[in-house]
C-alpha cells in the first residue's frame, strides 16, 4: 500500500467535527424541541424565548460537565498508565525493551530490526516510545478535559442558537412551524455534512438526523398542547 504525502484521510479531520455536529445537533433538537413545546403551551413570545435562552444556558452548561467529567477521567487514566510506564522502566529497562522489541517484530519487522528500532527509540524518549506503541497515547490526543469541555458547551451554544434565531424573529402565531421548518432545515444541513465529512452517504446522514429531530419536536408539541389544554 502506497502513501502518497498529499494523500488526506477522513480519519484525521472527523474526530472533532464529529464532536462539534454531535454538541450542535443537541442544542438544536433540545432547544427547538423546547421552544415548540413551550409554544404549544400557548405562552407568550417573550416567555418562550426565556425558556428557550435558558434552555440554550443549561444545556451548554451539562454538556460542558458531563465533557469534562468524562475527559478528566480519561485524563486520569492515562496518567495512571504513564505513571506505571515510568515506573517500570526505571525499575526493569531490559524487560521494557524486549516488550517494546515484541511490538515492533508483531507489526512485521523481524527480530534484529526490531531490537535496533526499540533500541534508538529508547535512548531518544523511552517514556514516550511506550507510551505511544505500547499504550497507545499519542501525544496530539492526549485528554484535555477544559478544551473538550468549552468545545462542547460551545457546539451546543452555537446549536441551539439556531431555533432561538427562529423564534425570535416569527411571528407570533408562527413560531411552531417557522422553528420546526429552520431547525428541521439546520439538522438535515449538519448531518448531510458530518457524514459528507466522514466519507458517509450524504442524503443517509441527514435523514437520519432530521428524523429523531422531527420526533423529538412532535412529542414536545404533544406534550406542551396537553398542557396547554390542561390550565
Ligand atoms: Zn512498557
Redesign the pocket.
Known amino acids: 500500500m502506497t502513501h502518497h504525502r498529499y494523500e488526506r484521510h477522513s480519519m484525521a479531520r472527523t474526530g472533532w467535527l464529529r464532536a462539534a455536529v454531535l454538541g450542535a445537533n443537541d442544542g438544536i433538537v433540545s432547544t427547538a424541541s423546547l421552544v415548540i413545546g413551550v409554544a404549544a403551551a400557548g405562552a407568550t413570545h417573550d416567555a418562550i424565548m426565556v425558556a428557550g435562552v435558558a434552555g440554550l444556558v443549561a444545556g451548554a452548561m451539562s454538556m460542558a460537565a458531563g465533557e469534562y467529567v468524562s475527559v478528566s477521567s480519561q485524563s486520569d487514566a492515562e496518567h495512571a498508565d504513564l505513571a506505571i510506564?515510568r515506573r517500570?522502566?526505571a525499575t526493569d529497562a531490559e524487560a521494557?525493551h524486549r516488550?517494546?522489541a515484541a511490538i515492533y517484530v508483531g507489526r512485521g519487522l523481524d527480530r534484529g530490526l526490531a531490537d535496533e528500532v526499540a533500541t534508538q527509540l529508547m535512548a531518544h524518549d523511552a517514556l514516550g516510545a511506550?507510551a505511544r506503541d505500547?499504550?497507545g497515547i499519542h501525544e496530539l490526543q492526549r485528554a484535555r478535559p477544559v478544551q473538550a469541555a468549552l468545545a462542547s458547551a460551545a457546539a451546543f451554544a452555537v446549536g441551539a442558537a439556531l431555533p432561538l434565531a427562529s423564534a425570535g424573529i416569527a411571528p407570533d402565531r408562527a413560531v411552531i412551524s417557522v422553528v420546526a421548518l429552520l431547525s428541521l432545515l439546520f439538522l438535515a444541513t449538519l448531518g448531510g455534512l458530518a457524514a459528507r465529512a466522514g466519507g458517509a452517504s450524504l442524503l443517509r446522514g441527514a435523514w437520519r438526523v432530521t428524523f429523531w429531530g422531527a420526533l423529538a419536536m412532535a412529542l414536545t408539541a404533544a406534550v406542551g398542547s396537553l398542557f396547554g389544554v390542561m390550565t
Open positions: 510506564e517500570e522502566l521494557e516488550e517494546l511506550h505500547e499504550l
